[in-house]
């Protein structure tokens, strides 16, 4: 639902659950030129939360250094990035999918 929503926004799906060292991403893509790092949230009941909060510090820091891996693995080093995320969250009989671009940037060390 996701990837079809992604795409339907112009999106180019470039790999899905990358998986490095540190983790899994679950989407990567283009978005233009930007090297799009997606993390996909979905929650059936609400009592779970909201599915943007649940990329909390811990995980971003995860996403970033999976990301590194992919750029290390690919050679990408020239390519700008971003970190997305993706909330999708049913309502009675209805999905609804909701993009957050540029949701957090890469504090640290990071060769970005």
């Known amino acids: 639902m996701a990837r079809r929503f992604l795409r339907r926004r112009g999106y180019g799906i ?6 490095g060292r540190h983790g899994e991403i679950d ?11 997606v ?6 009941q609400d009592h779970y939360g909201d599915p943007l909060e ?4 811990r995980k971003q820091r995860q996403i970033a250094r ?3 891996e992919f ?3 690919h ?3 020239d390519r700008p990035i971003r970190f997305d995320v993706v909330g999708v969250r049913r309502r009675g009989w209805r999905w609804e999918v909701e993009l ?4 957090f940037e890469v504090e640290g060390s990071f060769r970005f």
């Open 27 to 37: 989407l990567v893509a283009l978005d233009g030129d930007i090297l799009v790092f």
């Open 39 to 44: 993390e996909v949230k979905t929650r059936a």
């Open 71 to 73: 750029v290390e693995e």
């Open 14 to 19: 470039v790999r899905r659950n990358y998986r």
């Open 66 to 68: 999976v990301a590194e």
């Open 54 to 57: 649940a990329v909390d510090r």
């Open 100 to 103: 957050v671009r540029d949701a």
């Open 75 to 77: 050679r990408l080093h």
